[in-house]
Structure formats: structure tokens, C-alpha cells
């Protein structure tokens, strides 16, 4: 087993701090003129996340790895908590009745199908079978699990094509998959792609996802750290900035516009930013460890029990009959538990997991 290299614990928190803002968004998500606008941008936020600390980490380790041997690491890594995160989503579908949301009653058969779809990530088609929900997602049983299925394709191309790629060539792809990510955020107008397959749904994910995975890779290679201070705070008070700065008004290609510059320019300076200090206080410290551990089982998991809290509020595909002042205390309820779920499965299951196999 090679060994791992140093973590970039500052990195490690931003992306709990990620995972959080997911979290706040998806309790609004249902609402209109929710506070976290550009929420969903979190996800980008990750892949750039994960295509900065993959380039870091694999780049200089292809003559003693095998091909093979990245993909056993990648899934010990990803893989016990999208099977965690399929098995809770359908104990969750079943406790709301095994109904999709316009009442039409699923059978126990395709929701255990549909679970085992969502192990093996292999996503729904729209009004097919495993399509429980009917409102089109991607894993209907456990929504997140679509920027997985699209980071999955981003390990694909990492170990097959993009680590043999020069900088000038990485470069390349960088650009051109940029220009398209700014082509489909000013025609649609917002980033929140990805999740389905309606309206070219894939192709929009896969652009969400590659652009971002490859200039972090990218920036890997060229990176110089900066000499800054404070860049946790800082870096977690623009994140949280982007979030909830409202949606721009009038021809909606401005706000895309404005999400892919967020996606383009802000992003990759937080991730710079937040890899340049190495010396942190003990205190951030212990706060990113916690966030680092934290912050996949609890994107990982949160949704299914989301999916409670939005039948709790009368979500039917189309509208809420429960207002959040009338809502909050369940709102309150769902993401405490969330964190308490995700907490268990951290501690109890995906850690003893990931050593336990990374040994072997």
C-alpha cells in the first residue's frame, strides 16, 4: 500500500463547510426565495475540491500504481457510503409509504432494484422502472448520489487520459470544457444541473463536473502556495458569501454568468487560498479534522431523510402545503438528525470499513 501524503486540512474543513451549506440549502430547497439562492454551487465547489487533492495526491505515483490499483483505492474511498446511502434511501421510501410523489404506489420489488441500482451506480432513466420518485432524478432513492456517479466518470478519465496529459494539453480541456460550462449557465440561466437526465441532463453534469475536476487538477501541478493567514475563516465566509448572495434579477443569462464566474475565478482562489497555510492553530485544526471526517457521510446520507421532511410539508412535484414557519421545527429536527446519522456511520462504518479493506 503506497503511503498517504500530508492532507491539506484546510481543504479538508472548506469542504465540511461545503457539505453544511448543502445541508441549509436543501431544507429551503422547496421554498421559494430560499436565503442560499446559489446553494447547489457547493457541488462544484467539491469537484474542484476533489480534482486539486487527486492531482496532489496520484500525479507523481503512476510508476508504482497501477491503473487498477487507483480505482481499489478510489472506491474504498467513495463506495461504502453510496452503499450506505442506497440502503438508508430505501428503508426511508418505504417509511413514506413506497409512493412516488403524485401517490402512485411503488412495489417492494423495483424499490429493492432501485436500491441495488443506486449501489452499483447505475442511474435511472426518467419514467423507467427504477424511476421510484417520479420526478426524474438521476437516484431517485438517494438524490446526491448523481455528483458521485459524474466524480466516478472524473476518476475514469483521470487514470485513463487526464494524468498522461502535459500541462499545456490539461490546459486545453480546462478551457474548452469552461467555455461550454459558460455556454450552459447563461442559456439556462443557473448551474443546478446534472441530477436527471430531462433536457440533456448528462451532458450538463458532465460539463459541471469536468471543468472544475480538471483545473484542479491543474492548478496541481502548478500550484505555489501564497503567504496568507486566517484562510479558513476567510475562505469559509466567501463560501458562505456565494451562497447567499441573492439571484440577479432581469435576462437570466446575468445570473448564469454570475454562477460560472463563481465556478471559473472564486472557487479555484479559495482552493489556492485555503492550500497555501499549513501552519493553522489547534483549535482550526481540530475543527477541519472533525469537518474532513464528517463531511461525505453527511452529504451522503442527509437526503433520504430530507425526502421525510418534504413529504412532511406536502411536496406533490409541483408545490408545499406547509409553510416553513409552520415547517421549521421539523426543518430543525431533520438536520440534527442528519448530523447524528452521519456521525454514527462515520464512526461505526465507514472508518472501521475504509481501514479494514485499505489493509488487504
Known amino acids: 500500500m503506497i503511503n498517504s501524503k500530508p492532507h491539506y486540512l484546510i481543504l479538508d474543513g472548506l469542504r465540511g463547510v461545503a457539505a453544511l451549506i448543502v445541508i441549509v440549502y436543501h431544507v429551503f430547497e422547496l421554498y421559494s426565495g430560499t436565503p442560499l439562492p446559489h446553494g447547489y454551487l457547493a457541488v462544484d465547489f467539491f469537484f ?28 474504498i474511498r467513495l463506495h461504502p457510503m453510496v452503499v450506505m446511502g442506497a440502503v438508508i434511501g430505501a428503508i426511508t421510501f418505504l417509511i413514506q409509504g413506497s ?19 443506486t449501489m452499483f451506480m447505475i442511474p435511472a432513466v426518467p419514467g423507467g422502472a427504477t424511476e421510484v420518485r417520479g420526478n426524474g432524478e438521476m437516484f431517485p432513492l438517494n438524490g446526491p448520489s448523481w455528483s458521485l456517479f459524474f466524480e466516478y466518470i472524473g476518476n475514469i478519465l483521470y487514470a485513463l487520459l487526464l494524468q498522461k496529459m502535459p500541462k499545456w494539453a490539461l490546459a486545453i480541456v480546462c478551457a474548452v470544457s469552461g467555455a461550454l460550462l459558460i455556454g450552459i449557465s447563461v442559456r439556462d440561466g443557473f448551474l443546478g444541473v446534472g441530477w436527471s437526465f430531462v433536457d440533456g441532463g448528462f451532458w450538463g453534469g458532465l460539463i459541471r463536473m469536468l471543468f472544475p475536476y480538471s483545473l484542479g487538477m491543474l492548478m496541481a501541478r502548478v500550484f505555489v502556495p501564497l503567504k496568507v493567514r486566517k484562510s479558513f475563516l476567510l475562505c469559509s ?66 437526503y433520504p431523510l430530507f425526502y421525510l421532511y418534504y413529504n412532511y410539508i406536502g411536496f ?26 452521519a456521525w454514527v456511520c462515520m464512526k461505526f462504518y465507514d472508518k472501521p470499513l475504509r481501514k479494514g479493506l485499505s489493509t488487504k
Open 48 to 75: 474542484i475540491l476533489s480534482g486539486f487533492v487527486i492531482g496532489y495526491a496520484y500525479d507523481d505515483r503512476w510508476g508504482k500504481m497501477t491503473v487498477g490499483g487507483f480505482f481499489k483505492r478510489r472506491l
Open 99 to 117: 409512493v412516488q410523489w403524485d401517490g402512485t404506489h411503488i412495489g417492494i420489488g423495483w424499490v429493492m432494484l432501485a436500491m441495488l441500482c
Open 237 to 302: 465566509v466567501m463560501l458562505i458569501l456565494v451562497a447567499v448572495l441573492p439571484s440577479i434579477g432581469g435576462a437570466m443569462w446575468r445570473n448564469g454568468l454570475f454562477e460560472a464566474f463563481c465556478v471559473i475565478v472564486v472557487f479555484p482562489c479559495l482552493v489556492w487560498l485555503g492550500a497555501s497555510e499549513n501552519a493553522i492553530g489547534e483549535s482550526t485544526a481540530k475543527v477541519c479534522s472533525f469537518l474532513r471526517d464528517l463531511s461525505y457521510p453527511l452529504y451522503m446520507v442527509h
Open 316 to 341: 406533490d412535484g409541483n408545490g408545499v402545503s406547509k409553510s416553513f414557519r409552520e415547517a421549521w421545527p421539523a426543518a430543525l429536527l431533520v438536520v440534527a438528525a442528519s448530523l447524528a446519522l
